[in-house]
């Protein structure tokens, strides 16, 4: 448990019983530091998997033997135009096989969901976690519940129904969808890859960190700037970096992490800019959806993060969204949802402001396409 | 020259002035055997640069080094439905950056095209050419012209946009455009990627066919089943396996070649199925927009392609496009565009017809997204 600190079995369950904090895996860093070093995860196949000591599943992977290790792209156009000494997009947008890094989180729930003996997993989504666990519940031969907010984009909609899954659009937003998972998931016995088998699925967001890594030759960035929803993926990037510290991977972390959200839609950012830890839930009204939680689960979590890094955050309007978006279109050749264009202006303010120094190597993390 | 063998140095020319054939690009095969290994290839990033002796360029690769070596994905659920015995996913929908394989076209033809000192890039498309010009064109600093049917999707058109090219949308269909392009190319110093320079640009589609084989381990597929708009794709995948063979890469190629159409567009399955050379021109009426091309360019050398390979080709309905694009999604997880529809409605035709046998290696090629 990340607050009382119980342990329990690893078993489909989220919150702790005594004090309800949410539960996180423990590895034993001091065994897999005996058996992981750089040379034999460059050795492996170009997937998640590749850092699969550090993921928490118990036998060996079944699928997503295509997911994961997408392209870090050095971003020297945009560079120019900010006046950075070097900047990069770690771009999930074109992650296989549904366009987000929600891949990564959904091969891990499902590996895990399979481990357990589930033959449903089920979702609540603001459209990427749906294609993920409509795309790859199907082939790996699940049934498969959705449950999304009724007002989403028609276009995200159609593209999970191709995978058909069965799809249940809640009138209500994502917070309101998401409660009713919660007692959907206690009901029945169907893994909720964001709820009940959580701690499992949000570990699968370390590898987007552990590529980033990897990929800028076994150091970590002077920045990253990470689009925040749950809060979940900025706070398994830190802990990534940390992990790879911890096994000797790397020798250092001296990274500040930066949460960008929509204006629309920041409860973490509003936070940090107050210096507060409680993160108020709000009401989202952005055209940034994907990132749309109004009560965000790792709020708390991901505001720690960026304290302890001496991180900041900012928020962006949906005018500079999708001035953003063009941007990094025009400049790199890279045209992704708005989760992108939010991160994107966000970090453009932080340099801007002088949070992000122009003489370092900043890394921005694209989710989706 | 394709057809009177005149020889011409490297330039920005496509026809042959005594024939007016269509002119290709001649390597030396017997020096690049001495240098290119599979070891030596194996060594390389994991991009279409891997295979560059085989590719038209002079110089070093400047861009595009996260576009290519796409997945490879064993579809074991949908060969099981099929009955057949190996059923591979050749998936260039997740191509960086523009989802489909005009990346490694375009990713040719713009090194080519600075090599000759354009400053400006152009193309005649149906969609899918145009994101990858616009895209990999502003990252790479050239002026950008698009010449799109007025008819395109309102979807494609928008993803276009974004990368802010000059885009001149022509009333009429992609035959129609291509034919006006062809005097703008005269007029202007433009480098038309699939017009002056289409000889460079073609030889991009030759990746896709290697990446085939290596993953594979080094081994032709004993089906491969290409979807068809110019004809110039399910040529060069032929080519690629040749060529192979001929530097010794591969001992052998015992592949047939399937030609995928929509019926509403298929002059070439249609030249194909009476067992005649020529390719008669037919107005494209058909859903798959990216395949409408009622006039194919290598209509005649696909055709030759597919009889030497003892291939066939099939054509199949809108509704069955659909359908296939839907089994695709639920079966394996992958969604893609219409074209992948033709693609496996095709495949499934040509399995039950008994052309593809069921105990043979068959790959499909998944286009775009």
Redesign the interface.
């Known amino acids: 448990c990340r607050e009382c600190d119980r342990e329990y079995p690893v078993d489909p369950i989220y919150v702790c019983e005594f004090c309800f904090g949410p539960l996180e895996v423990v590895y034993d860093y001091e065994k897999i530091k005996q058996s992981l070093t750089r040379d034999k995860i460059q050795s492996r196949p ?1 997937n998640l998997w590749r850092y699969r000591e550090l993921l928490p599943i118990d036998g060996e992977p079944f699928d997503a033997f ?1 997911s994961g290790f997408t ?1 870090l ?1 050095k971003a020297d ?1 945009l560079a120019k135009l900010l006046g950075v000494k070097e900047l990069y997009i770690k ?1 999930d947008s ?6 987000s890094f929600k891949d990564r989180v959904v091969a891990v729930a499902l590996a895990k969901a399979r481990e357990f003996n589930f033959d449903t997993v089920a979702c609540a989504s603001t459209g990427n976690l749906a ?1 993920a666990v ?6 790996a ?1 699940f049934k498969r519940f959705i449950f999304i907010p009724a007002s989403l984009e028609y ?1 995200k909609i159609i ?1 999970s129904l ?3 899954p069965n799809l249940i659009a809640v009138d209500g937003n994502y917070d309101e969808v998401n409660r009713l998972c919660s007692e959907v998931a206690n009901k029945y016995h169907w893994a909720f890859v964001n709820i009940n088998i959580r701690p499992f699925y949000a570990e699968g967001s370390k590898t987007h960190g552990f590529e980033i890594v990897e990929q800028l030759g076994w150091r970590t960035p002077d920045n990253v700037v990470v689009p925040c929803a749950s809060g979940s993926l900025i706070t398994k990037v830190w802990k990534s970096f940390k992990e790879m510290k911890e096994i000797g991977l790397i020798e250092e972390v001296n990274t500040k992490v930066f949460a960008a959200q929509a204006t629309g839609c920041s409860p973490i950012v509003a936070a940090i800019k107050q210096g507060i830890d409680i993160v108020k839930p709000v009401k989202p009204n952005t055209i940034a959806k994907s990132l749309a939680i109004g009560n965000p689960a790792d709020g708390f979590y991901a505001t720690q993060v960026i304290k302890e890094s001496k991180g900041f955050g900012e928020d962006v309007s949906d005018g500079e969204i999708i001035d953003a ?2 941007l990094l ?7 992704t949802e708005t989760a992108g264009g939010v991160t994107l202006a966000s970090a453009i303010k932080l340099i801007k402001a002088g949070y992000i120094k122009k003489d370092g190597l900043t890394v921005l993390c694209i989710t989706g ?1």
């Open positions: 170009h295509h392209p792209v156009n771009d074109v992650s296989h096989p549904t366009l294609h409509s795309a790859q519940g199907a082939r031969g276009s593209a191709a995978y058909e978006m063009k279109a025009k400049t790199e050749g890279i045209f396409n």
